[in-house]
């Protein structure tokens, strides 16, 4: 595991300074000690997913990395906590001693499931963090329509056994995917005629006759897109995370998704050690109780207690930086549910994500539910993990997840958090402040590893090579 330096708590307590910790900087103020090495290239705060891939990767370049958590374990807001953590958390007393032992859990607070061939699937494979964890496939992926939970086809031949169309329109759709299967950017063979960087997105769909309610399940459920402001956007953006979706279950079968056995806290860990192989430098239970910034206005450090360390740049997310460098974005509600059997009418299925179309239910917004098990060694043997998240759009976070929640049947506990999302004010190159954006409300990644790509791109100058295939790397999913 990476190092972890623990702060000094009092002078009998037994800990371990090196050399180059006691040195003096000509930066340092009188009374003031160097922070660990005291100059680094980065200094990042926050051990969530985005600061962790990105600690990861400027460390394999070489670069001297300090990271930082005011938390004692490693995730921030996207830790999986073990049963009396999860409770403590909520204020919700003990756990009942029915609902199984305290290590059978690791419950993700912000759940989202992994594309099986999209981004952060290569970005796991490109830095070999593979290595470090074990992956099983996700066993259904469902839409909601017309008040019911069907299975989202994906490929031409259960298009036409599917119950979300009729007979015609499943005929259209069917050819609709034959298209999206050929097409090839770089060949204007399988373009067919249509110039997808000026065609939107409805205009396709209707270039095949597509009725809307087809539009509505292909752009949420299967695009992943999370409103409706993408139809009347060139279509080859779309069409891409279409392909994606569909080369992802084409590759694993039962849903395209992908999740870490033991919950996704084991991601940040793996970015992590990553880090740490590559001379990382990491310290928990440590707040950063000031940035600091020269007389241009750029971060060059920051102060924990009356200790300081230097940087070229910082890094983090919203939570550690002066509210004039963020900006609210919404909020979103989350809900942890609890229950003793798979959600119904999903087939029994140990794990699924279903999609609630905002239109559907009369909003804007799309409801997210996805389901965990034993299976991913996340609960103990017969209890099941339900979580509902939207972005609120009124003032009662239990009116918004109530499409959501009366699909779960009996629930034996429920956990519910409402957070405010934040999203920089600035690119981060004017003050060297690169400050990710706080995770979105779907459960899925494909929209935050968009922001993630940002962030390194910001902060390198240069996007991230994304050329490798994600199967092209043995893995057991």
Known sequence: ????????????????????????????????????????????????????????????????????????????????????????????????????????????????????????????????????????????????????I???????????????????????????????????????????????????????????????DTHQFISHAMCLQLDETHMNQPALATVKELQTYCYSLSRYGTSPYIYPVYGLGGLPEGFSRLCAIHGGTFMLNRDVDEIQYNDKGEAIGVRSGNEMARAKFVVGDPSYFPKEKVRATGQ??????????PIPNCGD??????????????????????????????????????IVSTKMEGDSPDKEVVPGLALLGHIMQRFTTVVTTYEPVGDGNSDKSYISSSFDASSHFEGDVDDLLSLYKRITGKDLDMNINADSVEADY
Not at 35 to 60: N, P, Q, W
Not at 67 to 94: P, Q
Not at 349 to 356: C, K, L, P, R, V
Request: glycine letters at 8%.
């Open 349 to 386: 299925q140990e794990s699924a994500q279903i999609i609630i179309p905002g239109p559907q239910v009369g909003r804007k917004n799309d409801i997210f539910v996805c389901s965990l098990s034993n299976s991913h060694q996340v609960t103990a043997q017969g209890v099941y993990i339900a």
């Open 150 to 212: 069907l299975k989202v086809p994906a490929t031409p031949e259960e298009a036409l056994k599917s119950p979300l169309m009729g007979l015609f329109e499943k005929r259209r759709f069917r050819n609709f995917l034959l298209y999206i299967d050929a097409y090839d950017e770089t060949k204007p063979e399988t373009h067919k005629g249509r110039d997808l960087t000026v065609m939107t997105m409805k205009q396709l769909y209707e270039e095949f006759g597509l009725v809307p």
């Open 1 to 148: 595991m990476p190092l972890i330096s623990q702060p000094r708590r009092d002078p009998t307590q037994s800990i371990v300074k090196t050399a180059a910790a006691l040195t003096t900087f000509d930066w340092l103020p009188e009374g003031m000690e160097a922070l660990a090495d005291g100059e680094y290239d980065a200094i990042i705060m926050g051990t969530g997913l985005k600061e962790c891939v990105i600690s990861g990767l400027l460390s394999v370049q070489g670069m001297r990395v300090l990271h930082m958590d005011r938390n004692d374990y490693y995730g921030a807001d996207c830790a999986s906590l073990n049963l009396t953590n999860l409770y403590k958390k909520f204020n919700a007393g003990n756990p009942p001693d029915n609902i199984g032992s305290n290590r059978d859990f690791n419950v993700d607070l912000i759940p989202k499931f992994i594309m099986a061939c999209g981004n952060l699937t290569k970005m796991l494979l490109h830095t070999k963090v593979t290595r470090y964890l074990e992956f099983k496939s996700i066993e259904g992926s469902f839409v909601y329509k017309g008040g019911k």
């Open 332 to 341: 979103i509600v989350r809900c942890i549910c609890f229950l003793n059997h």
